[in-house]
């Protein structure tokens, strides 16, 4: 058997990728390709697993880092706004730390008194009741105001609260109605 080739005029290229001696002319070399892609691969699994720590055998807790927990923070001061009613009366109680009973006032205020307190929502029962808003101010700068009316269901923490602010018997802002 004889085996016989054909004869092309042109010359057949197939495609290829560039050789290693054109990736070392444009400064590209293998070793820095390995490199790349062990660096995109390491990321990978990071990434995928996590930098955590194992947290040992089963039922077996390492020490865990201790967090102090932060104490609540302080009141500051307390304020309380009656308006409404059919007169249209305006007063605002302020009731600081150098006021007398500020101590029951905020005891009344603090952040776990107040734990889930919530004010009303929407309108009035009626045009001629008074509304109250009460805004409390700690001493992390933060502060929360509640808003109730007469003859609403109102918490039992704002109801103890706006007691305790009327029984210091704190004098109410100037107020043209009142003056």
């Known amino acids: 058997m004889r085996t016989v080739?054909?004869?092309?005029?042109?010359?057949?290229?197939?495609?290829?990728?560039?050789?290693?001696?054109?990736l070392a002319d444009?400064?590209?070399?293998?070793?820095?390709?390995?490199?790349?892609?062990?660096?995109?691969?390491?990321a990978a699994v990071l990434t995928l697993v996590g930098c955590g720590s194992d947290p040992g055998?089963?039922?077996?807790?390492?020490?865990?880092?201790?967090?102090?927990?932060?104490?609540?923070?302080?009141v500051d001061s307390v304020a309380m706004t009656q308006s409404g009613g059919f007169a249209g009366l305006r007063r605002t109680w302020h009731v600081g730390p150098t006021d007398p009973g500020h101590a029951a006032?905020?005891?009344?205020?603090?952040?776990?008194?107040?734990?889930?307190?919530?004010?009303?929502?929407?309108?009035?029962?009626?045009c001629?009741?008074?509304?109250?808003?009460?805004?409390?101010s700690y001493s992390d700068g933060g502060s929360e105001s509640f808003r109730f009316y007469d003859g609403a269901p109102?918490?039992?923490?704002?109801?103890?609260?706006?007691?305790?602010?009327?029984?210091?018997?704190?004098q109410p802002s100037d107020s043209p109605t009142l003056q």
Request: glycine content about 6%; proline content about 11%.
């Open 26 to 42: 444009r400064g590209v070399r293998r070793s820095d390709m390995r490199r790349l892609i062990t660096a995109v691969l390491a």
């Open 154 to 170: 109102t918490d039992p923490a704002l109801t103890r609260l706006a007691h305790a602010v009327l029984r210091t018997q704190p």
């Open 5 to 22: 080739y054909a004869k092309c005029d042109h010359e057949v290229s197939q495609p290829r990728g560039p050789t290693l001696t054109e």
């Open 128 to 136: 001629d009741l008074f509304q109250y808003r009460l805004t409390v």
């Open 105 to 126: 006032v905020f005891a009344a205020a603090s952040q776990q008194a107040l734990v889930g307190a919530k004010g009303s929502t929407g309108k009035a029962p009626c």
């Open 57 to 74: 055998p089963a039922g077996i807790e390492g020490p865990r880092p201790t967090q102090t927990p932060r104490p609540p923070a302080s």
